[in-house]
């Protein structure tokens, strides 16, 4: 079965850059979503598309994707950031909707 | 504003039955296909199932098929998953999600969740 591989834990501390990795076999025909977790909260995509950010988003969470392995990067992060991140994909037949692990920033 | 909230969470015992409710408002419920995702306790998340804006088509995953069908009142604006034949593996709480697709599949709405727990 298809899986997305991203690190357990990323810590950073305040206005640090964060950067969060996912890697998967179709990530290069696929496109990349990332959506955040908060402690008791429904997740909120956050990316989209590799590399686009819903409206209500702040400029600081920013996607890419180059070859198998996608990155959020969240460019000065804030104490609110803390949260737990997950990408999702589909594998290469697009049958199949995979989440990551999930990744747990910590922000302090 | 577009909310979707679930119910019908609760306990039951392996072997037993449930059924989740999604209620949709702000949102022209019929014009988009709906997912049930899952997240067990201190887990992460996973797809459990989706339907096509008219209920004429449905898809599982794997670990559900044959026990849970998924089913929507487009005049109710509800979206619903009947669980059968429960195992302890199924306990998690189970968000409905709106789809959405343009190259792909994803998920840009969720609701806040309603805990299911099977439990002997």
């Known amino acids: 079965s298809y899986e997305l591989t991203q690190p357990p834990s990323v810590s950073v501390s305040p206005g640090q850059t964060a950067r969060i990795t996912c890697s998967g076999d179709a990530l290069p025909k696929k496109y990349a979503y990332w959506y955040q977790q908060k402690s008791g909260q429904a997740p909120v995509l956050v990316i989209y598309e590799d590399t686009k950010r819903p409206s209500g988003i702040p400029e600081r969470f920013s996607g890419s994707s180059s070859g198998t392995m996608a990155t959020l990067t969240i460019s000065g992060a804030q104490v609110e950031d803390e949260a737990d991140y997950y990408c999702y994909s589909t594998d290469s037949s697009g049958i199949h909707r995979v989440f990551g692990g999930g990744t747990k920033l910590t922000v302090l | 504003e577009v909310q979707l909230v679930e119910s019908g969470g609760g306990l039951v015992q392996p072997g037993g039955s449930l059924r989740l409710s999604c209620a949709a408002s702000g949102v022209t419920f019929s014009t988009y296909s709906m997912s049930w995702v899952r997240q067990a306790p201190g887990k992460g998340l996973e797809w459990v199932s989706r339907i096509s804006g008219s209920g004429a088509a449905t898809y599982y995953a794997d670990s559900v098929k044959g026990r849970f069908t998924i089913s929507r009142d487009n005049s109710k604006n509800t979206l619903y998953l009947q669980m059968n034949s429960l195992r302890a593996e199924d306990t998690a709480i189970y968000y409905c999600?709106?789809?959405?697709?343009?190259?792909?599949?994803?998920?840009?709405?969720w609701g806040r969740g309603t805990l299911v727990t099977v439990f002997s």
């Open positions: 999600a709106r789809d959405m697709y343009t190259v792909t599949w994803y998920f840009d709405l």
